[in-house]
């Protein structure tokens, strides 16, 4: 295994959380980017919105220093929902979340790259959803935001991918996490008689497609769609 530098977006909780922690457990260098700044126990962290390309150069610069060299693993995994019936979705709903989820991730890609083409290696992982393929009623904002991620995924590994650098997508389906305590109880039961699996996932349970998928067994695997969902989109 050689242990690279990693940033992972939104990582005071969650999804990013448990993608960090299973980076550092497996021997990686991580730092994780969190609002307040504040460190989650056990990882470093630099503060950063996604929001702002100044932020998330600030970020990036703070996380090098602390990491001692270029981002060389970057997991865009900070995102929101702000979900609503499309025709009473305000224009503010929607560019808040494709402004955080597809502008964010492409904003955290565009500062990665410039270290990862010098260093001829970099690793850039999308943490997208299965709404992105599947839709969502009331989710608009949120899949067109996460659709949006395959071809950015895509575009990169056609531009950078005779430079040592791959970019992928991984889709979650249902995590347990805050942003699925917040769907509605009967919504849930819908969605978990639809889930093969019959169960939502745990949080470790992405963060090993993302290990891998960072690793150096995965150098031929870029622009492709990881679906960690149980079964309900597989990738549609
Ligand atoms: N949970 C699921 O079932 C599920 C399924 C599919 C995909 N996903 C995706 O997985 C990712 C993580 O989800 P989660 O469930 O772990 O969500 P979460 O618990 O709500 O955490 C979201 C993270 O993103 C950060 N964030 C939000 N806006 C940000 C911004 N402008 N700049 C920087 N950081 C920002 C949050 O920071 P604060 O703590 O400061 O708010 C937090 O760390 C998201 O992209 C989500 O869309 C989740």
Do not use: W
Not at 126 to 142: A, E, H, M, R, W
Not at 204 to 221: G, K, Q, R, T
């Amino acid at each position: 295994m050689t242990a690279r530098n990693v940033l992972v977006t939104g990582g005071n909780r969650g999804i990013g959380k448990s993608i960090a922690e299973a980076m550092a457990a497996a021997g990686h260098n991580v730092v994780v980017t969190t609002r307040s700044g504040d460190a989650p126990e056990g990882l470093r962290a630099v503060r950063g919105d996604v929001t702002d390309s100044a932020s998330v150069d600030a970020a990036f610069a703070a996380a090098e220093e602390l990491l001692g060299g270029p981002v060389e693993v970057v997991v865009a995994n900070a995102g929101i929902t702000k979900d609503g019936l499309l025709m009473r979705m305000s224009d503010a709903d929607f560019d808040a979340v494709v402004d955080t989820n597809l502008a964010g991730s492409f904003r955290c890609a565009r500062r990665a790259s410039v270290g990862m083409i010098k260093k001829r290696f970099g690793r850039i992982i999308f943490i997208s959803s299965v709404v992105g393929l599947y839709g969502g009623p009331g989710q608009t904002n949120y899949s067109a935001s996460k659709s949006g991620l395959v071809g950015l995924a895509r575009s990169i590994t056609r531009e950078l991918g005779g430079r040592g650098i791959t970019a992928n997508v991984v889709a979650p389906g249902f995590i347990e996490t805050d942003m699925t305590a917040e769907v509605p109880e009967d919504r849930q039961k819908e969605y978990k008689a639809a889930i093969p699996a019959g169960r939502f996932a745990t949080p470790p349970e992405v963060a090993a497609a993302v290990l891998f998928l960072a690793s150096d067994e995965a150098a031929y695997i870029s622009g492709a769609v990881i679906p960690v969902d149980g079964g309900l989109g597989m990738g549609h």
